[in-house]
């Protein structure tokens, strides 16, 4: 079983629809990222957390300290938030990824 | 540049070959990170420096994998004898700050490598 453990694996949506990704993980973590890897391209650190929540324009990023799971919100979805979306936490002396959410979004 | 800069983008190996992959990272940062990332998965951690020094090394897959950053700025990752399961994207990150928790972490473009 993977420490890091995403959900969906691929999601599909309309335009302007609302797009949860979830993330849940199983060791012990101090903090956790979410990113974002368009295709042939690099990785942009979208958020850090270690409690609470986050907001950065359309997007919004929650995490649960206590229940090991975090979640990526997408508000009001457009075709260029069309990437992967990874989530990686820190344990103890190394990031683990996860296998990431694919998010293809249509007009 | 104002990012992390990885040559090449893309390279063909043929198996047995020994191929370099280079990482050119944001100037002033002290730590530098390797990735390998295979096809439908997330990235896995190789290798990490802090300036010249490699910290750790302990992702590194074989003694075939070798990295080095000899003046605390630009790195390089060598295969030596390429296998198939080589073929990933090897991703260089750099930073500012030390350690190995992800913070304020540029991510290269990385290079995809295809060993035939």
């Known amino acids: 079983k993977n420490e890091v453990e995403q959900s969906p694996q691929n999601l599909t949506a309309q335009e302007g629809e609302f797009i949860t990704i979830n993330c849940s993980y199983s060791v012990g973590i101090s903090a956790l990222h979410w990113l974002q890897q368009h295709p042939g391209g690099g990785i942009v650190s979208l958020f850090m957390?270690?409690?609470g929540k986050k907001k950065h324009g359309r997007l919004i990023a929650t995490i649960n300290i206590q229940e090991k799971h975090s979640s990526l919100h997408i508000t009001a979805s457009h075709p260029r938030d069309s990437a992967v979306y990874i989530c990686a936490v820190y344990n103890t002396d190394k990031l683990i990824f996860g296998t990431g959410t694919r998010l293809q979004v249509f007009p | 540049g104002a990012g992390v800069s990885q040559s090449p983008r893309y390279k063909v190996a043929k198996r047995g070959q020994d191929v370099a992959l280079r990482c050119d990272p944001i100037?002033?940062?002290?730590?530098l990170f390797w990735y390998q990332q295979a096809l439908g998965q997330g990235p896995e951690f190789l290798t990490y420096?802090?300036?010249?020094?490699?910290?750790?090394k302990s992702g590194l897959p074989s003694d075939r994998f070798f990295a080095e950053r000899p003046e605390g700025s630009v790195s390089t990752l060598k295969i030596q004898r390429t296998q198939q399961e080589d073929s990933a994207v090897y991703l260089c990150a750099s930073s500012l700050h030390q350690g190995l928790n992800g913070f304020g972490y540029t991510f290269g473009s990385g290079t995809r490598l295809t060993v035939v």
């Open positions: 420096f802090q300036n010249e020094a490699q910290l750790d």
């Open positions: 100037s002033g940062h002290v730590s």
């Open positions: 957390l270690s409690s």
